[in-house]
């Protein structure tokens, strides 16, 4: 078989990268009087080509490329398909929400598109100092964004906030790298699984796993981790949140199930306590706290912290099965959640006049298309059957179940109707009468390029809860591959191939 060009593993990081780069120097070279709206069309294109690239890489042997740094595999070609369409659901989102007069458009459409180079390629590292590299690409743009909205005092407070944490954690995760490098003397990940094990200074290993596990909860927002998550999600532009809220998180939950499943399997009885009390804290703390919100974004943003707990609760399952488990969620989790906030960004508007819950009374009347796909997306959230959100609580309840966790599923089901209460009361509050000072409030109107990603985003849900069996085999492929070092690039290797209907 003839070697793969290392230059093929990489692929849509290339392609993404180019479609930046061109998007920056396009922005430069137009005049300042002419619209940049089509920049973002240039991104989105681009991005659409990044995901053909990903599901073409199913083509390729799995193995590694660029001296054993990175990796194709199901596993890889799963999450890079996912994070290439939640940031195309996202530009599409931008193209119809942002002023004609805002500034600086082009960067905004370009710091996009960069952030998920450094996205796609975090969950193809299978080096760690690659992982730090890749993260800090992902997070210097996503921190730029948040705090696009200068004139307002909220966005460049979030993005100060979000920044100065995020430093924090990120430092925690190099340190943790650092003391199992010295405990290893390596930094490769199937070499830190092969010498783990038999490392002479186990305790070191040990404080590694614990530091890059802080480090990695707080890109998903877990509790005790959550603290930065209510105040970015209330500052950034709303098509920001409905980024950062989902490929991000889909990009660190790649690296946690790696680190854990992968590169320190043997340590489970220390990592899965510890997952286990995280997703506990997770789910209780984001329910309680968005029971107490009247600003929809910031109640949405305790949601996804509660939901990062239903995550983790996957972690308690065995070998495939919780790997399986996890990425369908994560799958479902960032279908549903990009829909709510492609709804909100419309209904609020870009200088969201209508933040709280009661300034979406009567959206269904007022647009019933936007409200009837508020209440969609929230049922969804709720884990109404026939929706992702359903099946993916399903899958992964089930999973803890057999991994022996029953009171963790016990919780989980319990947080689940405490959320209802609170997600009920959004979709309520749509759907009733609007009063008189209602009627007349912001009627938001759906453009061609944000219709096109409420469709995605409705799709990918129906699908996820209907008919799921293909994304549940792409997941249990990626599950396999993930726990078996590939062979080397240019050496033969199994096809990565994700199975199709039968």
């Not at 984001?286 to 972690?315: C, D, E, P, W």
């Not at 709720?382 to 009171?407: D, E, M, N």
Request: proline share 6%; charged share 10%.
């Amino acid at each position: 078989m003839n070697p793969v060009p290392d230059i093929y593993r990489i692929l849509p990081e290339i392609i993404l990268t180019l479609t930046g780069v061109l998007v920056m120097l396009l922005d430069a070279s137009l005049p300042l009087r002419w619209a940049r709206r089509p920049l973002g069309w240039v991104a989105a294109f681009g991005t659409t080509f990044a995901l053909w690239a990903s599901l073409w890489q199913i083509s390729l042997p799995m193995g590694t490329g660029f001296s054993g740094t990175v990796e194709t595999s199901a596993f890889t070609v799963f999450f890079h398909v996912l994070i290439c369409g939640l940031v195309l659901v996202a530009l599409l989102l931008s193209l119809d929400t942002l002023p004609e007069d805002s500034h600086h458009q082009g960067e905004f459409y370009a710091l996009i598109v960069f952030g998920a180079v450094g996205m796609c390629l975090l969950t193809g590292a299978v080096e760690l100092l690659l992982v730090f590299i890749a993260l800090e690409i992902s997070s210097i743009a996503t921190y730029v964004l948040v705090g696009y909205r200068k004139n307002t005092a909220r966005g460049p407070e979030a993005a100060i906030k979000y920044f100065l944490l995020g430093s924090f954690a990120t430092a925690f995760l190099l340190y943790g790298i650092a003391l199992i490098f010295g405990a290893t003397g390596t930094t490769e990940i199937y070499e830190i699984a092969r010498l783990a094990p038999t490392a002479p200074n186990h305790s070191l290993i040990l404080a590694g796993l614990g530091l890059m596990l802080v480090g990695i909860l707080f890109k998903v927002s877990a509790a005790p981790f959550h603290v930065w998550t209510p105040d970015v999600y209330e500052g950034a532009p709303s098509p920001v949140v409905a980024l950062i809220s989902t490929a991000p998180k889909a990009a660190a939950f790649a690296l946690l199930l790696r680190v854990v499943y992968e590169m320190l399997p043997t340590l489970r009885q220390v990592w899965s306590p510890l997952l286990w009390v995280v997703a506990v804290l997770s789910m209780t703390v984001g329910n309680l706290a968005a029971l107490r919100q009247t600003n929809v974004k910031r109640m949405l943003a305790y949601s996804s912290i509660a939901h990062a707990g239903y995550l983790l609760a996957a972690f308690a399952g065995l070998g495939n099965d919780g790997v399986m488990a996890a990425c369908f969620y994560i799958a479902a989790y960032a279908a549903m959640n990009v829909g709510v906030f492609a709804v909100v960004t419309l209904a609020s508007g870009y200088d969201e006049k209508l933040p709280q819950i009661d300034n979406f009374r009567g959206l269904i009347y007022r647009s019933p298309l936007l409200g009837s796909l508020l209440i969609f997306f929230l049922a969804s959230l709720v884990g109404i059957p026939f929706t992702g959100g359903f099946f993916g609580k399903l899958t992964t309840f089930s999973t803890a179940i057999s991994g022996g966790a029953i009171w963790l599923v016990i919780i989980g089901l319990l947080n689940s109707g405490l959320a209802a209460a609170y997600y009920l009361r959004l979709a309520l509050a749509a759907a009733q009468r609007p009063s008189g000072e209602n009627v007349a409030a912001f009627a938001p109107r759906v453009g061609i390029a944000v219709g096109a990603a409420l469709l995605l985003a409705v799709a990918a849900t129906l699908v996820l809860g209907i008919v799921p069996g293909d994304v549940l085999r792409a997941a249990e492929a990626g599950a396999h591959t993930l726990q078996a070092p590939p062979a080397e690039s240019g050496e033969p290797g199994n096809a990565v191939e994700l199975p199709t209907q039968p």
